[in-house]
Structure formats: structure tokens, C-alpha cells
């Protein structure tokens, strides 16, 4: 399986009073992995007094390697003087058909200013609602999609909908709908959760994306009796 994380750090500053010049530089960094092998495309971009320049680099290796020079590479990448910088990460991978379905699709999920938006689009789907949630792991080995566990719920709360006053899982994101060619969209954002970060309440990096066959009562517990597991990603990188 290969998945894609994207950093994108914007940083901007101005060494000069001059009002006429501006420098700006944005980093970009793109990482694939495959197994236990990673590829990482650093492109910086800098203007200055309205002029571009670009540098490309490509750093191969084990992920853990890789990521140690991206980490070099974007602190060397910091503007001096007075500057701003912006972090936003971003994961995109594909979901896999599970269950006999043919339910398919791909997940994006982008963190930004302490907040996380997860955008998926679907196909392959039956008509009507259906659920989809954050589940414990990043295992979709098992033909059902049981190998992910549970639901996600670092706070060990009732399940229900999400942000509800009795409880609700961190991975309760709930349902939408698939039109009549099987097609469906979802777009959540949160302030609950984080990628790759420390806090293992709002963490969900190695956890895992479910949507199900059915409708996501919000009641039943303890997953809201949504039916079988039609399709599943692991949310890694």
C-alpha cells in the first residue's frame, strides 16, 4: 500500500523597511511510501522583488531516514529576520472494497491551523445513507474490514452522534448519502483531531477510515449497528 503526505510550510518575512521589497518562501513536500521505503520531493519557491525561483529536491531512503532530512531541509528553509511560517499537513490514500463490495474511493485529510478537515469521495456504492467512522487500526488485511477494531474512542465514551451532550467517539463521524450511480462525498472538519502529533487523544495517524452498508443509527452501541464493512484505509504514511 502507498500513501502521500504532503507538508506545506508557507513562511514569508521582510528584512528591509524597504515597502518595495518582499521576500516570500514556501516550502513543499511530498512523500510517498511504499513498504518500508520512502521518496520525498522537497520544491522551495522564493520570490524576491517579484521574482520566482525554484529548487527541486528528491531524497530517497527508509521513512525514517527521509524524514529526518526533510525535517533539515525545511528548518534551512526558514527565512531569517522577522518571519511568519505556516504548517499545513496533508494525507491522501485510497480506500479498498472489503466485504464483496466494489466501494472504492479516496480520502484526503489536510491539517491546518489546529484543525483537521477529512474529505472523501466515494463510488461503487448502493443507493441511500450510509455510515462511515475512525476505527482503531490501521489494518484492512481481513476480508470484512474487522482487522481495523472498533470504533475509535481514545475518551471511552457512549457512542452517538458527533458532539453530542451523552458522549460521542472520537471516530463518530456519522453519515451521508450515496446518489443512484453509488456515488457519495463527505466533508468533516474538527478541532479534535491532529495528525502525527502527541497527544493520543487526537492523534488518529494509524487508525483507520470504515464505511459501512448501512445507515449509523447513533444510538445502538457500541457502533451504531451500521451493518457491514464495505471499504477501508489505513490512515498512514
Known amino acids: 500500500m502507498s500513501s502521500c503526505l504532503c507538508l506545506l510550510l508557507a513562511m514569508s518575512c521582510q528584512n528591509t523597511p524597504k515597502k518595495e521589497k518582499e521576500d516570500t518562501k514556501t516550502v513543499e513536500v511530498k512523500v510517498e511510501r ?46 531569517e529576520g522577522n518571519s511568519e511560517r505556516k504548517t499545513v499537513k496533508k494525507i491522501q490514500f485510497q480506500l479498498d472494497p472489503k466485504s464483496g ?40 488485511s481481513s476480508d470484512d474490514g474487522k482487522s481495523s477494531g472498533g470504533h475509535w474512542n481514545p475518551t471511552f465514551e457512549n457512542h452517538g ?52 452498508q448501512g445507515e449509523d443509527d447513533l444510538v445502538s452501541q457500541p457502533s451504531g449497528a451500521a451493518g457491514a464493512r464495505i471499504s477501508c484505509a489505513g490512515i498512514i504514511y
Open 161 to 212: 452522534a458527533w458532539g453530542s451532550k451523552d458522549g460521542f467517539h472520537r471516530g463518530d463521524i456519522g453519515n451521508f448519502n450515496a446518489d443512484a450511480s453509488g456515488n457519495g462525498q463527505v466533508v468533516f472538519s474538527t478541532d479534535l483531531w491532529c495528525l502525527d502529533c502527541e497527544d493520543p487523544v487526537k492523534n488518529i495517524l494509524g487508525k483507520a477510515v470504515i464505511v459501512h
Open 34 to 79: 511504499t513498504d518500508s521505503l520512502s521518496k520525498a520531493t522537497v520544491t522551495t519557491k522564493k520570490t524576491v522583488n517579484g521574482k520566482v525561483s525554484e529548487e527541486v529536491q528528491v531524497i530517497e531512503g527508509t521513512h525514517e531516514e527521509v524524514m529526518k532530512k526533510v525535517a533539515v531541509l525545511t528548518e534551512e528553509a526558514a527565512p
Open 101 to 140: 463490495s466494489s466501494t472504492s474511493g479516496m480520502v484526503t485529510l489536510t491539517e491546518e491551523d489546529g484543525k483537521v478537515t477529512f474529505e472523501a469521495q466515494l463510488s461503487g456504492m448502493s443507493e441511500g445513507t450510509h455510515a462511515i467512522h475512525i476505527h482503531e487500526q490501521a489494518d484492512c
